[in-house]
């Protein structure tokens, strides 16, 4: 069992910057696709980053070129700039079982999930 928990939200004015973190235990997460969703209230939830079993990184427009996905160890990470009211949300980490290669925009079907972190941005 892959175990994720995630770390690093809170209240930050419109403008500011937070580094999320997300620590797998249990498997390996060398090999696996693995991405940040986020969920807003009464929205559904999306993905926002996404990294391949091969290193290679997505993001979603909305978030592209404020927010910086990386991968270290058993962590991923998301480092989120300029942030703005509509980025509140509920932050979640995810990962696949193994066997897919992640890309925003396309289907992902995650096997584990963390618990999630919440983020508010004020203006």
């Known amino acids: 069992q892959l175990h994720l928990v995630e770390s690093g939200g809170a209240s930050v004015q419109a403008g500011g910057s937070l580094r999320l973190s997300c620590e797998a235990s249990?498997?390996?997460?060398?090999?696996?696709?693995m991405a940040w969703f986020r969920q807003a209230p009464g929205n559904e939830r999306e993905a926002v980053a996404a990294?391949?079993?091969?290193?290679a990184t997505s993001y979603a427009d909305s978030v592209k070129g404020r927010f910086t996905l990386s991968k270290a160890n058993q962590n991923l990470y998301l480092q989120m700039n300029d942030l703005k009211p509509e980025d509140t949300a509920m932050y979640y980490c995810?990962?696949?079982?193994?066997?897919?290669?992640?890309?925003?925009?396309?289907?992902?079907?995650?096997?584990?999930w963390g618990q999630g972190t919440q983020v508010t941005v004020f203006s």
């Open positions: 249990g498997y390996s997460i060398a090999g696996r696709s």
């Open positions: 990294i391949d079993y091969f290193g």
């Open positions: 995810a990962a696949d079982r193994g066997l897919y290669r992640w890309k925003i925009g396309a289907t992902m079907t995650p096997e584990f």
